[in-house]
């Protein structure tokens, strides 16, 4: 899955360097994915730029 400029502004790595810590928790307080690129945690694929499931 190749990251989607457009989304990109809400994933894990722009937020976290936008410095939005809030909705960083928000977006990872039940991770159902992890971003393969990163390792960022986050409850939707929707909010990372590379999606791998938890196991």
């Known amino acids: 899955m190749a990251c989607d400029i457009t989304s990109h502004k809400m994933h ?13 928790a928000s977006l990872s307080a ?7 690129n ?9 909010n990372v730029c590379n999606p791998v499931p938890l196991k």
């Open 12 to 24: 894990m790595c722009a937020l976290k360097a936008e410095g939005c810590s809030d909705e960083i």
């Open 30 to 36: 039940s991770p159902t994915v992890k971003c393969g």
């Open 38 to 46: 990163c390792g960022a945690l986050a409850n939707s694929p929707d």
